[in-house]
């Protein structure tokens, strides 16, 4: 690796042998040095989840690794890799932190489930500008090519400008095109229904398996993510790593009838 | 059960057999029917991870269960306890829903971390009033009792009033103590220091263990929950689901260079 250019950690959540992974590292490899670090297994839905009791073990994946671009897995989650490359992997502290592209979207509600984000929250945690990426097709065979404009202008103009203390980025693309441009948003509101699929086993015994629709409860109109991504454009939503809400703690006091 | 009170859905992330658990029931089964749905195993650190690739199983747990007080365990998260119960387990919709009291404090950034957040995160998407409880305490020998004023003054005042729409509560009560009161505050800034034990195994492999120290890197007199909570009082930070920077939209955009 040269040591004179800005370093990119990259990391994900569907694991070290997903296509978007590797299409990321390879659409910001002209800006840094790139070193990879992901799951060993696929973590989707993981969130900031940290794995507190048990061993955690850094491999060299010889297959997609090269001088240039060394790539490990860890055995845990996007939070765990993040934090082990820190501890002991990066040869100096990363300028960027990316972690994608997942596949699948992480728009509106989603941001909070997502092991993609996760990642980029303990960046965002730790000083360090991060940004993730999704695409809105659950496919590992889907066409990524219409990503890598998008992902060059952001993480371009993110090296350059680095981010606001406590804030990162998450970037949402459409399937299957070039977008129409970039949108900064928000998140829309919604929730889940229908969540689970219902089954029996051979002894008789009923279980349940995560499944369900997303209902996006904001009116058609609102300018949201999900509503410019419906449209074919990127979105760009600025996440908060503090999750207070500075604007309730008077009101709640109030509430709590507290006296100050 | 009755069916002309208040329902109160009590989780955690301890597991169904976690002291704190059993406690919060206790301090809040005058306002409410209760029902608990927890972990099968503990789950600390697991945020708001979700199980999206395994059957889930519901047990009624009769060493704790009676016919006023049913007590189910659920072998994953505390977000998929909580989206199990109201898919079918909640006889209706309930009123509130709490998560705790959990062993060991979620001030500060850990709430990104905490499962027991990540229930009350849960709770407050589907737009059910939620509140998490923390002791400062990792012990479940700890005593609980200088809990019980604190979570029943919070739990009354949000049965009576309710929260505003996308707010949750998290309430951290210091330990081995009744706490000088209750304080409205934000979370404190900070982040984990030195974060791995290394170890190696009998085959000379290198392994790492999640440990490390949590820096709050506020200035001293920064009214934060650490701040309050180091002093004797119990604190409650008003936490937003939606993670939306809405004050950096139009910064971000501007650092992207896009022209509307």
């Known amino acids: 690796m040269q040591t004179n250019r800005p370093l990119i950690l990259v990391t994900n959540d569907d694991s070290v042998e997903a296509p978007g992974f590797h299409h990321l590292i ?3 490899k002209e800006f840094a040095d790139v070193i990879g670090v992901a799951p060993a297994e696929p973590q989707s839905g993981q969130s900031s989840a940290i794995s507190v009791n048990k061993p955690l073990f850094i491999t060299e994946v010889k297959y997609f690794s090269t001088p240039q671009t060394p790539i490990f897995k860890v055995n845990g989650t ?9 501890h002991a992997i990066v040869p100096r502290r990363p300028d960027l932190i990316l972690s994608g592209i997942n596949h699948g979207s992480n728009s509106a509600v989603n941001v909070i489930y997502s092991g ?6 303990e960046g965002c945690l730790i000083g360090i500008p991060s940004i993730g990426f ?3 097709d659950h ?22 400008h680095g981010l606001p203390a406590g804030i990162c980025l998450n970037v949402n693309i459409p399937a299957g095109c070039t977008p129409e441009g ?11 229904n229908k969540e689970y699929a219902e089954y029996t086993t051979p002894e008789g015994r009923q279980y349940y398996w995560l499944t ?3 209902d996006n409860v904001e009116p058609t109109n609102s300018e949201t993510d999900e509503y410019w991504l419906s449209r074919g454009w990127a979105t760009v939503v600025p996440t908060a790593a503090d999750m207070t809400a500075h604007d309730c703690i008077s009101g709640i006091k109030t509430l709590l009838q507290l006296s100050d």
Do not use: H
């Open 139 to 160: 496919s590992w065979a889907a066409d990524l090519n219409g990503t890598t404009l998008t992902i060059k202008k952001i993480t371009g103009a993110v090296l350059q």
């Open 116 to 121: 993609t984000m996760g990642a980029v929250l």
């Open 26 to 28: 390879e659409s910001v």
């Open 212 to 214: 369900g629709y997303f």
């Open 78 to 86: 996007p939070v765990d890799c993040v934090k082990l490359a820190m």
């Open 134 to 136: 999704s695409m809105l």
């Open 182 to 192: 970039i949108k900064v948003t928000r998140s829309a509101k919604g929730c889940w």
